[in-house]
T-cell receptor
């Protein structure tokens, strides 16, 4: 199993550009989520999904969109990048939504918005 | 509002010098408390889940404990390879797997 994979590893954008961060898992996990990590602030939840076709907002959803058309993939879209979105982004998955199973994290995408 | 506070922010230890990290929390109905380890440039790696006050879990030199208000991660006789940032997170009873993370404790163990 590859686990949770994320692409790209690094990305530089200009203000106003849009892009999609890719996340995939091959563990047949129900639950997937996106976090951003900023210095001194810990991981903050952006969006999450409890299954294909079902998504919801987390703590900091503004400026981001998600969709979940398959169990495996959960892309994060930045609609119009802003310098405040400079961060490290992590995708995570766990076996069951609603349970307390551990979340597996991907290696992260480091995004810089100029 | 759920809140997680970790202390200290940073900890520097000599190899073999045992210490403890603290995670204090307020949450509406704790469903689970999680400890993760994060190495520089990598994603968090799961260590433990604790469910109820009084529970303890161990893995090598690490031991996690839980009370109704806080959790401790004890590092016994640490080695340089234990250097990492340790993250604590809570899952509330009404959440769908959503985790609330603390800011982490950065641990450096020197030979």
């Amino acid at each position: 199993n590859a686990g949770v994979t994320q692409t790209p590893k690094f990305q530089v954008l200009k203000t106003g550009q849009s892009m999609t961060l890719q996340c995939a898992q091959d563990m047949n996990h129900e639950y997937m989520s996106w976090y951003r990590q900023d210095p001194g602030m810990g991981l903050r939840l952006i969006h999450y999904s409890v299954g294909a076709g079902i998504t919801d907002q987390g703590e900091v959803p503004n400026g981001y969109n998600v969709s979940r058309s398959t169990t495996e993939d959960f892309p994060l879209r930045l609609l119009s990048a802003a310098p405040s979105q400079t961060s490290v982004y992590f995708c995570a998955s766990s076996y069951r939504a609603g349970g307390t199973s551990e979340q597996f994290f991907g290696p992260g995408t480091r995004l810089t918005v100029l | 509002e759920d809140q997680v506070t970790q202390s200290p922010e940073a900890l520097r230890l000599q190899e073999g010098e045992s210490s403890s990290l603290n995670c204090s929390y307020t949450v509406s109905g704790l469903r689970g408390l999680f400890w993760y380890r994060q190495d520089p440039g990598k994603g968090p790696e799961f260590l433990f889940t604790l469910y109820s006050a009084g529970e303890e879990k161990e893995k090598e030199r690490l031991k996690a404990t839980l009370t109704k208000k806080e959790s401790f991660l004890h590092i016994t006789a640490p080695k340089p390879e234990d250097s990492a940032t340790y993250l604590c997170a809570v899952q509330a009873g009404d959440s769908w797997g959503k985790l609330q993370f603390g800011a982490g404790t950065q641990v450096v163990v020197t030979p």
